[in-house]
């Protein structure tokens, strides 16, 4: 059975398709990522599958779970891991407590346990030293690296990565890059939107290339890249059309 | 020595104003809703001490060991239903259903009990007072909502920076639907904190019945009040709000001093010079409790 499981979703905003009959699926401890130009309705379907915004069709189940009828919160205590495109981190909290936050409420851990958790994520995320550090001063990468943590110490079964490695220099990526390889080692299926479509690369083994909605390929993360619908959305032809989405 | 008591006067009004806005502080930090219906849930708490707790045989000055749960319970109801389905809707239509639910109060209130006025009644403690000077006289009824203020303020900030739920509260505050996707269940945090608020301002209201007459009405002014202590202290800090009922209460006992008709202008003086040389107030973070 697979993991994550779409099944003809679709979703207008107004005039504006950001979803048409989307159907796939995603196995446990898989990675896949997801291309596409702006307003293809990448950052949509994350919302649609962690439940901030509701399908006008389809259906979408996780481990079994029909998602319809569960709130966000219900969604990421089965294991649904979201990260945002610009971090949200509470900002007047320290790092540590927006860690055990997760670890409290997303993993049902306490006392003890939820501390080793929520400090094991930070240490993992590589942001361990600024525990104690007011989340609202972090730097761009580090609330990145923190967002990561959150979701990690949910412990999820799924990262829905919305753009993680954009705005961070060549270095960061690759340290970016290689704590998401590791997370993928250790079994946690992937879903990751990204414009550095090098990092990507480097670390799924399947791509979905999204326009106005609908997905227009989806295969070897190579070949889609290659693929003569692929090019032509990011190299003209269709860019008009999406322009006027 | 007549300025130290004003001083001293203005501390101890203001200790009020401070237990009277920390509800209407904690509501719009975390949930961002203004309540207009505060000062009316406060009249209505005077009420049910007056009215109610009589017939448990619960003396009048006693009474807030039972409105103050029962307001929490009320209050987690009232957000869970009324205001989360307005801020579902959109931020202004809190205002109108807040604003709606001030005038069915006020109007039920008269209804029921007329425009008579009331006190709770503390019996020979109302006149009683610590007379250390002259001319200083210090009434244990307002040391003693004073005292309340200090240690709900207190006990609130220790709550909200130390316990778990605190945590969440300041979580929900800072960004809900972050908080979501961490698994919290916003709107059940939401209601804790809308229960806190409610039991805080059942205390102010019983405190104004045993200090002043009260009436249906009484809830407006009272309103107008929290709101320049709540601006003045700074939105979401907690002991900014106490700072702020000091400010605002010392600024009305000079004002009433210098002629009683100042008292109020005053006050407004006070406010309307922070609001212009420092709108997130004495304390205020912009954004969030702190």
Request: net charge neutral; glycine share 10%.
């Amino acid at each position: 059975m697979p993991l994550l499981q779409l099944e003809g979703v679709s979703k207008k905003f107004g005039q504006v398709v950001v979803g048409q009959e989307i159907t796939f699926q995603l196995d446990e401890g898989a990675a896949v990522g997801i291309v596409g130009p702006n307003g293809a309705g990448k950052t949509s379907l994350f919302a649609m599958i962690s439940g901030d915004v509701k399908p006008d069709a389809g259906e979408i189940e996780y481990d079994g779970h029909k998602l319809a009828h569960l709130s966000q919160a219900a969604r990421a205590r089965l294991g649904i891991g979201r990260t945002y495109q610009v971090p949200r981190p509470f900002e007047h909290m320290t790092v540590f407590e927006n860690a055990l936050l997760a670890a409290q409420q997303g993993a049902r851990t306490r006392g003890h346990a939820s501390y080793v958790l929520a400090y094991d994520s930070l240490s993992r995320t590589g942001v361990a030293d600024f525990a104690n550090v007011s989340a609202g001063s972090l730097a761009l990468m580090h609330r990145k690296r923190l967002e990561l943590a959150r979701a990690l110490a949910m412990r999820p079964r799924i990262l829905l990565l919305d753009e993680i490695a954009g705005g961070l220099t060549d270095l960061e990526v690759n340290d970016l890059t290689s704590i998401i390889r590791g997370l993928r080692a250790e079994g946690i299926a992937v879903l990751w939107i990204e414009h550095v479509v090098r990092a990507l690369l480097s670390t799924v083994d399947r791509l979905l290339c999204l326009s106005s909605g609908a997905i227009i390929a989806d295969g070897d993360p190579k070949e889609v890249m290659a693929s003569e619908a692929v090019r032509s959305i990011y190299l003209g032809g269709k860019i008009i059309n999406t322009l006027n989405v | 020595m007549i300025w130290l008591n004003v001083v001293i006067q203005g501390v101890l009004v203001g200790g009020f104003y401070a237990l009277f806005a920390c509800g209407l502080s904690l509501m719009f930090g975390v949930m961002r809703v203004i309540n207009l219906a505060h000062g009316d849930m406060a009249v209505v708490a005077a009420y049910v001490a007056v009215f109610l707790t009589p017939h448990a045989h619960i003396p009048e000055v006693w009474a807030f060991v039972v409105v103050a749960p029962l307001f929490g319970v009320v209050g987690y109801v009232v957000q869970r239903t009324l205001i989360q389905k307005s801020i579902d809707r959109d931020p202004f239509t809190t205002l109108l259903v807040t604003f709606g639910l001030s005038v069915i109060i006020e109007n039920l209130l008269l209804e029921i009990y007329s425009s008579n006025g009331q006190i709770v009644n503390v019996g020979e403690l109302i006149v009683k007072s610590w007379h250390p000077q002259s001319i200083i006289y210090i009434s244990y009824v307002s040391l003693a909502v004073l005292a309340a203020a200090v240690a709900v303020l207190g006990l609130l900030q220790v709550f909200l920076s130390k316990s778990g739920t605190g945590r969440l509260i300041r979580a929900v505050a800072d960004d809900h639907e972050a908080a979501q996707l961490s698994g919290t269940n916003y709107r059940h945090i939401f209601g804790i904190a809308g229960a806190i608020a409610f039991a805080t301002v059942a205390l102010a209201g019983i405190s104004y019945g045993m200090m002043t007459e009260f009436a249906p009405t009484s809830g407006g002014v009272n309103l107008l009040f929290a709101f320049e202590t709540v601006v003045i202290g700074g939105i979401g800090s907690l002991w900014g709000t106490l700072v702020g009922g000091i400010a605002l209460g010392i600024a009305q006992q000079f004002g009433a001093h210098i002629n009683p008709e100042y008292q109020v202008l005053a006050g407004n003086i006070l406010f309307l010079v922070v609001l212009a040389v420092r709108p997130e107030g004495l304390f205020g973070k912009r954004t969030a409790l702190a």
